[in-house]
């Protein structure tokens, strides 16, 4: 795997028209703050969570975004990737692919099938979402925000 600051990255891309104020760059930079790793009882109270395979939730608490959406997926950094996603997609980076890919289905509300025939695990260049792919502790997590009224 590469080294975790290789994993971070930010995509900023113009604010869309009519979003209001963009306090989202300031959150995505500063997401290790807003981010808890816990039991999904412990996480109840989250905005929104994404559950592991070992039992554990990750939840995002950062402050309200009005006229913005929030998705988190996490993933285990040392998972192995499943042969038959690794043979469609290729092993590098799957994790922080996978996890960017998750987001992205969340906030357009889209089947992560229905994605991948779309878009493979990439991210489309022209969506106005904003997220950050990073490493927290074992866990590999991308954040992503969009505007309310897109669907990435």
Request: aromatic share 8%.
């Amino acid at each position: 795997m590469r080294p975790p600051s290789e994993l971070e990255r930010t995509v900023l891309p113009r604010p869309p028209a009519g979003a209001g104020p963009r306090p989202v760059p300031a959150l995505v930079a500063g997401a290790e703050r807003y981010l808890r790793v816990g039991t999904p009882a412990e996480l109840a109270a989250a905005l929104t969570r994404s559950h592991l395979d070992d039992g554990r939730c990750v939840g995002w608490y950062g402050p309200p975004t009005p006229g913005w959406r929030v998705a988190i997926d996490a993933e285990r950094a040392d998972a192995p990737v499943p042969v038959a996603l690794a043979r469609r997609f290729g092993a590098a980076d799957f994790w922080a692919r996978w996890t960017r890919a998750e987001c992205y289905c969340k906030l357009a509300d889209v089947p992560v099938v229905a994605w991948w025939r779309r878009h493979g695990l990439g991210t489309p260049a022209q969506s106005p979402a904003v997220w950050r792919t990073l490493r927290l502790a074992d866990l590999v997590v991308t954040v992503a925000f969009a505007p309310q009224a897109d669907g990435c």
